[in-house]
């Protein structure tokens, strides 16, 4: 993993990046590793809002069914369509082209209660053990 400052993480393994003045969020490749192969994926509606931490849709695997969570709050602007087609996207690339949604943050100092990259890393390894 390389450190990025405008990318951020949840204990629940979604990672968010900033984007301008949008926010784009994902599931984690640690994530997508402990689910399996990603069969479909259930996201809002856009101009929906969320508060941080709301479940907004849902990532179906061969092993389960997982809610994905909001790192901050904000309302929906771009949802990843090609997932509809295509959700393996999520494996194959889930910090790029399986990306889940952009949003417009609603409560900016949000931002600073997320794990930073090297803070996640070590948090995944020590859920190794």
């Known amino acids: 993993m390389n450190f990025d400052e405008t990318v951020r993480y949840m204990k629940s393994h979604e990672w968010i990046r900033k984007d301008g003045n949008l926010m784009i969020t994902g ?3 640690y994530a997508q590793d402990s689910l399996g192969d990603v069969v479909f994926v259930e996201l809002p509606e856009i101009g929906a809002t969320f508060k941080k931490g709301d479940a907004f ?9 997982s809610d ?7 309302e929906i602007v771009e949802v990843n369509t090609q997932l509809d087609d295509n959700p393996a996207l999520v494996n194959e ?33 020590e859920l190794e053990e």
């Open 27 to 29: 599931i984690s490749d």
């Open 93 to 125: 690339s889930p910090f790029g082209e399986g990306w889940l949604i952009k949003f417009r943050p609603t409560a900016p100092e949000e931002w600073s209660e997320l794990m930073e990259m090297v803070a996640y890393k070590k948090y995944t390894e």
């Open 57 to 65: 849709g849902v990532v179906e695997s061969v092993k389960a069914a």
């Open 68 to 74: 994905v969570f909001m790192p901050q709050s904000g």
